[in-house]
């Protein structure tokens, strides 16, 4: 049995995996989310995030996210 993410035997790609995830003023968490979503070994996969309007370091916690690498996409709030 393989694990779970690993590269399929015959080439093809991986299914792609939407993560969505709300926040607000979540910087004293969010890092390690992130972390935990960056260690995984499915390769392929996207993070969106709906901020409802944080007003804490959560934005640049996900823009240095975004900038490591990983596909993020950031929607403001609130609404």
Known sequence: MKPIGSQPADGT????VAILMATYDGEAHLPAQLAS??????PNWSLVVSDDGSRDATRRILDDFAAAGHRVTVLPGPG
């Open 13 to 16: 790609v991986p299914a792609h």
């Open 37 to 42: 979503l960056a260690a995984q070994d499915h």
